[in-house]
């Protein structure tokens, strides 16, 4: 995903926890944005170890 797709999911985020009034709802959204990120931070991470690892195997 390209940077300017992710500020733009996170945006949808923001968008939606904004449009509500209930403050349970707000917390909800933000935590699924919370963990959405740092799932792809980790992904991520795995990915570049992968192409890493790819580029130089194990002898």
């Not at 963990?35 to 580029?55: D, F, I, T, W």
Request: hydrophobic letters at 40%; glycine letters at 2%; zero cysteines.
């Amino acid at each position: 995903m390209t940077t300017e797709a992710e500020k733009k999911l996170w945006a949808e985020f923001d968008d939606i926890a904004s449009k509500s009034e209930n403050e349970d709802v707000q917390s909800i959204v933000k935590a699924i944005k919370l963990h959405a990120q740092v799932m792809s931070l980790r992904l991520g991470a795995l990915e570049a170890n992968a192409n890493s690892s790819a580029k130089h195997p194990a002898k």
